[in-house]
């Protein structure tokens, strides 16, 4: 039973770290909110290419998956197959492969979102 509650918080307090980090950036800095989201990806894949995710991710379980690094380390993961199969065309397509069903589902759930709820747009 303890075993089974300490992954839920190691979840809980990976991801709530790597959002407060990601929060501090955009306080403290003059980044923007896009270049924050980016950041996170990239770092997410070099931590992949590096090879330290997957021990980082079966520690903390959704907490390290479902943040921005996740993202980074499956376009990583989809490169590096890529790139085994396919050669050298592989690192352009391999990120595309990964990635294609989160975009996809992000874009689907977006919009059938948009049609169940009204936005309430306020003047500046």
Do not use: H
Not at 37 to 63: D, H, Q
Not at 68 to 78: A, D, R, S, V
Not at 79 to 101: M, P, Q, R, S, Y
Request: glycine share 14%; charged share 15%.
């Amino acid at each position: 039973m303890w075993c089974f509650m300490m992954d839920y918080i190691n979840a809980f307090w990976v991801g709530g770290v790597i959002c407060a980090l990601a929060q501090i950036l955009l306080d403290r800095t003059k980044m923007l909110p896009g270049r924050v989201m980016v950041l996170l990806v990239c770092i997410g894949a070099v931590i992949s290419f590096l090879g330290w995710y997957e021990p980082f991710a079966e520690y903390a379980g959704a907490g390290a998956n479902v943040p921005l690094l996740g993202y980074g380390n499956i376009l990583m993961k989809g490169v590096k197959e890529a790139i085994d199969k396919d050669g050298f065309i592989g690192l352009f397509k391999g990120g595309f492969t990964n990635g294609a069903v989160g975009c996809s589902a992000a874009l689907i759930f977006g919009y059938i979102a948009s049609l169940i709820f009204r936005s309430k747009m306020t003047k500046a």
